[in-house]
């Protein structure tokens, strides 16, 4: 990825897969480390990336505790 100044996305490659694509699969890790995927819905908004969830849900807490995160499509 290339600079991300201020934490905003700045890589054009990546913010054209979001923009353009609304629904992704997320992949994060469990707390044992093994990986949880699940479908998502995604977007980009001023610079940063929406994931779609609920707090409280599995993938929330996941990535709370481990950022580290896929995005496949």
């Known amino acids: 990825m290339s600079d991300q100044s201020n934490g905003k ?3 054009l490659r990546i913010r054209e897969l979001f923009e353009s ?6 992949a994060c890790l469990m ?7 699940t479908p998502t ?3 980009i908004e ?5 994931v779609n969830t609920a ?7 996941n990535i ?3 950022a580290r995160v ?4």
């Open 9 to 11: 996305l700045s890589d």
């Open 21 to 26: 694509k609304n629904f992704t699969f997320l």
């Open 31 to 37: 707390s044992d480390g093994s990986p949880h995927v």
């Open 41 to 43: 819905w995604v977007d």
């Open 46 to 50: 001023n610079g940063n990336i929406l």
């Open 55 to 61: 707090i409280g849900r599995i993938k929330q807490w």
């Open 64 to 66: 709370s505790k481990d």
């Open 70 to 73: 896929a995005f496949i499509n």
